[in-house]
């Protein structure tokens, strides 16, 4: 059985850019070196508000939750 990976960036406006492009290359690379790299399906959902969290997690059912972000008040 394939483990599920949703990455779920949110980052407003207001906040200090994030480095997700690094983050996700080195995701990717340390699921391709693993020893069956078909057993990952690795999934982003980047500039994600809230209330997209719950339809992502809903649709995705994911095993793993790997966040990034900022929050704001």
């Known amino acids: 059985m394939k ?3 949703l990455l779920f960036e949110a980052n407003p406006q207001s906040t200090q850019n994030l ?3 690094s983050e ?3 995701i990717r690379e340390v699921l ?3 020893r ?3 057993n990952f399906d690795f999934k ?4 994600s508000t809230y209330e997209d969290l719950q339809k ?8 793993i939750l ?5 929050g704001s008040g």
């Open 3 to 5: 483990k599920r990976i």
């Open 19 to 21: 480095k997700l492009n």
């Open 24 to 26: 996700i290359k080195t």
């Open 32 to 34: 391709g070196s693993a």
């Open 36 to 38: 069956k790299p078909d």
């Open 44 to 47: 982003e959902r980047l500039a």
């Open 56 to 63: 992502y997690l809903l649709r995705e059912n994911p095993h």
């Open 66 to 70: 790997h966040f990034c972000g900022h």
